[in-house]
């Protein structure tokens, strides 16, 4: 290595049994001969070499030092250890947003002829990525039900390299079982990648459960305020500053170093974020199934959904901060307009969510999530919107559905929000 290995080392200052509470806000490098406090900012590209012979010898792996901000730079290292350390794992690489940590996982790990089994469930970029742009250079994906442990075992083939999981899922909450999933790989001598966007490291370790590699959208909770897009995959050192080291090198999906500062400042707050947005969202989530204008309420906190047991023994006993409600239809004339071939009923059901999502004040109508800020959003016409009716509703997105990605209002506030429209909608 030309430059200090991102992997996490024992840290003289830090207890060996630290808690994530601690490492999120002690775990990086040390500082430098100024002594700050804060983390320090590197925005630089480059690095300077006391004399020739030096840098040549940085470049010929000889000596360990900082070279050039694509591959590496200390800010942007002080995140990966330390995001590494709430994971629980060796290692990880810090990419340019969640989507380019797929990106380097799947172009570094896998090659022309094999295969990934995906829940059909997964963020719809991720899909298009897969299916899209690797099924172009021939690795092919099989997409299987999020929850059915069966349909995963029956996808396995002989040149399946790797099982890609998300959970809980978008916008439904489905939650899939990370052990059972750890199994079906290993018994094949495939790998398993979790996308631990919607619960973080505060919430579900999946490391824990057996899975290999976890990848994240630091764009989410990890930033935690909606400033900056990010990414990460942690997992063994020999995967991490192996294979997908070499490909981010070459191919430079990197976190700059200023992003990479917002997001490692993000992590120091992480769990408490994480604690007061799930519980916000359970009392919201509460309190929503008690409406009549509401016909159905996922999340995972609550015991009428399909996997609660299932959420709260690998979720540390949380639901997590999203959530997704559908309404009953509304009864009075439509005026709203929709695509092409929509029944009246699914029109009736768009007005009901676009009259409930209009009614809010507080709420910002957008399709992010992990932001402190409540965000609100139709998935049926915005992150589903180029699916057609019949997949959307296959995998269960009806326009009655309404997601809420809980911030860190008060839930009073929140309720009202709310009720606005829920108590003004016909049905
Ligand atoms: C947002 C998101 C991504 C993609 O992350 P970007 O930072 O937007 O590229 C991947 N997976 C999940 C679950 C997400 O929510």
Not at 31 to 42: D, I, P, V, Y
Not at 114 to 142: A, R, Y
Not at 259 to 266: I, R
Not at 387 to 395: C, F, G, S, Y
Request: hydrophobic share 40%; glycine share 8%.
């Amino acid at each position: 290595m030309a430059t200090p290995e991102n992997k996490r080392l024992p840290r003289k200052d830090l207890p060996p049994d630290a808690r994530i509470e601690t490492l999120a806000v002690r775990e990086g490098l040390p500082a430098t001969q100024w002594g700050e406090n804060s983390e320090a900012l590197f925005l630089t590209s480059s690095f300077n070499h006391p004399d020739a012979a030096t840098a040549a010898a940085r470049f010929a792996n000889e000596e360990e030092a900082f070279v050039y901000s694509r591959f590496t730079n200390p800010t942007t290292m002080m995140f990966e250890r330390r995001l590494a350390a709430l994971e629980g794992t060796e290692a990880c690489i810090a990419t340019a947003s969640g989507m380019s940590a797929i990106l380097l996982l799947v172009m570094g790990l896998l090659k022309s002829g094999d295969h990934i089994v995906c829940s059909q469930s997964v963020f719809g970029s991720t899909i298009s990525l897969l299916q899209g742009q690797f099924g172009k250079f021939g690795v092919q994906t099989t997409f299987v039900s999020q929850t059915d442990v069966q349909q995963w075992r029956d996808a396995m083939q002989p040149n399946t390299k790797l099982l890609f999981a998300e959970t809980p899922s978008n916008p439904m909450t489905e939650v899939c079982d990370i052990a059972a999933l750890a199994e079906i790989a290993h018994s094949a001598g495939a790998l398993l990648a979790v996308d631990n966007c919607f619960c973080s490291p505060a919430l579900q370790q999946p490391v824990k459960l057996g899975a290999d590699l976890i990848i994240h959208s630091g764009t989410k909770y990890l930033d935690g305020q909606g400033r900056v897009l990010a990414g990460a995959v942690c997992g063994p050192d020999a995967i991490i500053n192996g294979p997908l080291m070499a490909t981010l090198r070459g191919a430079g999906m990197t976190l700059s170093p200023f992003n990479a500062w917002v997001v490692l400042k993000g992590l120091e707050t992480l769990s408490i974020r994480m604690a007061a947005q799930s519980a916000n969202a359970l009392k919201l989530a509460q309190w929503l199934e008690l409406q009549p204008a509401i016909d159905k309420v996922y999340y995972p906190g609550l015991p009428s959904h399909p996997q609660h047991a299932l959420a709260m023994q690998q979720q540390s006993g949380s639901g997590g901060a999203v959530l997704s409600f559908t309404l009953k239809p509304s009864t009075g004339e439509i005026t709203v307009t929709g695509p092409q071939g929509l029944s009246d009923e699914a029109l009736r059901l768009r007005q009901a969510a676009f009259h409930v999502i209009d009614h809010t004040r507080l709420c910002s109508i957008t399709s992010n999530l992990g932001d402190t800020k409540t965000l609100i959003t139709h998935p049926s016409s915005t992150s589903h919107g180029r699916l057609q009716e019949v997949q959307r509703l296959a995998a269960g997105v009806t326009q009655a559905m309404v997601r809420v990605a809980v911030g860190l209002e008060h839930i009073d506030d929140l309720t009202a929000d709310l009720a606005r429209g829920l108590d003004t909608l016909s049905t």
